[in-house]
């Protein structure tokens, strides 16, 4: 089963995920990452604006392919937009397979590409400004890696 | 008309998220813009959508009444 939400509120990865693996009985291995908007550093706010027509397809498209290339049970894949507190998940992947390497590298290969090709924009709140966060070359060695 | 989305920064050159501009060939579009909105647009690495799909060559586009095009700059990361 693939799964994949743009969410617009804060959101409980573990019952997503909780949900997710009682809906694959006898997977061998689940991996999941989640990430958080990191605080510290004077950041007060993140805000991820979205494209409606292209981001959720895009990372439909995302989740079939990953599925495909590590021959997964099932894939869950859970993306917030709208505005953040630091602390507040942002991104679940939830990858199930039969055994766990494909879980640990299908976890990897879908985040990488979220990062660098998934159309989300992303400003940053410091001091009551709000700045937009451009992109880094470490995203783009991150997804060179998979070539 | 035709409506113009600006994601991203561009938003912020705009001053608007989305525009509603006269039909036509898209150089007449950007021609009627702001000079420093329509530069921020051409940037190479902004990539256009025609109602929802990106299109490799955004400079052949004729908008037609109703048509949305969109305008990504390159997504955030980190």
Sequence with gaps: ?147 | MARLVFLGKLADVAGAAECAVKPGALADVLARLPAALAVALLDERVRVALNGELIAHPEAVILADGDELAFLPPVSGG
């Design chain 1, 1 to 147: 089963m693939i799964k994949v939400c743009l969410l617009d509120r804060p959101f409980d990865p573990g019952a997503f995920v909780g949900a997710f693996t009682a809906a694959h009985p006898g997977l061998g291995a689940v991996c999941t990452f989640v990430g958080e908007v990191r605080g510290g550093d004077g950041v007060a706010a993140l805000e991820l604006s979205h494209y409606a027509p292209l981001t959720l397809s895009g990372m439909e498209q995302l989740a079939s392919r990953t599925a495909d290339r590590f021959g997964l049970i099932g894939l869950l894949m859970l993306h917030r937009v709208g505005e953040l507190r630091p602390g507040e998940p942002i991104v679940c992947v939830s990858a199930a397979a039969s055994h766990r390497r494909a879980a640990f590298d299908a976890a990897q290969f879908a985040m990488d590409h979220l990062k660098s090709r998934a159309w989300f924009w992303k400003r940053e709140k410091r001091g009551g400004q709000w700045s937009w966060i451009e992109p880094r070359a470490e995203d783009y060695a991150d997804l060179a890696r998979w070539d």
